[in-house]
Antibody, heavy 120, light 108 residues
Framework: EVQLAESGGGLVKPGGSLRLSCKIS????????MNWVRQAPGKGLEWVSSITSSGSYIYYADSVKGRFTISRDNAKNSLYLQMNSLRAEDTAVYYC?????????????WGQGTLVTVSS | DIQMTQSPSFLSASVGDRVTITCRASQSISRYLNWYQQKPGKAPKLLIYVASNLQSGVPSRFSGSGSGTDFTLTISSLQPEDFATYYC??????????FGQGTKVEIK
């Protein structure tokens, strides 16, 4: 069974940092591109960042570029999101999300999400 | 970046109704359009990928069509468990991926 389990969310002050982790199981992690997608309270889905299967290519939304860093450890079956200089508008549920293996880039599995709240 | 516009934003329908949701891209995305269903407090679930391919385990009452800039998600006979919010998402070429603003389907 495919599983993605996020952790690391919580309450942080503006300007602070947080590191999210996503532990995967049930599939071959190194075969899949991975994403972080967020959802602010009561709002829609917003793509945040992507990393290719080998880690060779990385992409960011303009809203987080220069502040967030995505990474992965294929040996540990884990995806990460380092979030620095956090702002109130970064408050959201953050989902770890897997792309399908056949190159069409649909997101076929999602974690349950972890809530990040940025507030003083 | 490619912008995705869904319509309507809100839809009120009855069980058994045929429901259609539209998604328009700001430029051609070929057929790289995916549809997701999200229920309150839950992660999104993939329904349709590459415009018209039904994800494994998704009921056949869901279907998708379109290419280029205009796409449609159809639910042929709305069931109680289908009341949710639906999002389209483009996955053309390379990121940034973008989502539509969502369509909330509620019970009439």
């Amino acid at each position: 069974e495919v599983q993605l389990a996020e952790s690391g969310g919580g309450l942080v002050k503006p300007g602070g940092s947080l590191r999210l982790s996503c532990k995967i199981s049930g599939f071959t992690f190194r075969d899949h591109n991975m994403n972080w997608v967020r959802q602010a309270p009561g709002k829609g889905l917003e793509w945040v960042s992507s990393i290719t299967s080998s880690g060779s290519y990385i992409y960011y939304a303009d809203s987080v570029k220069g502040r967030f860093t995505i990474s992965r450890d294929n040996a540990k079956n884990s995806l990460y999101l380092q979030m620095n200089s956090l702002r109130a508008e970064d408050t959201a549920v953050y989902y770890c999300a897997r792309e399908g293996a056949y190159g069409d880039s649909e997101i076929d599995y999602w974690g349950q999400g972890t809530l990040v709240t940025v507030s003083s | 970046d490619i912008q995705m516009t869904q319509s309507p934003s809100f839809l009120s329908a009855s069980v058994g109704d045929r429901v259609t949701i539209t998604c328009r891209a700001s430029q051609s995305i070929s057929r790289y359009l995916n549809w997701y269903q999200q229920k309150p407090g839950k992660a999104p679930k993939l329904l349709i990928y590459v415009a018209s391919n039904l994800q494994s385990g998704v009921p056949s009452r869901f279907s998708g069509s379109g290419s280029g800039t205009d796409f449609t998600l159809t639910i042929s006979s709305l069931q109680p468990e289908d009341f949710a919010t639906y999002y389209c998402q483009q996955s053309y070429a390379t990121p940034p991926w973008t989502f539509g603003q969502g369509t909330k389907v509620e019970i009439k």
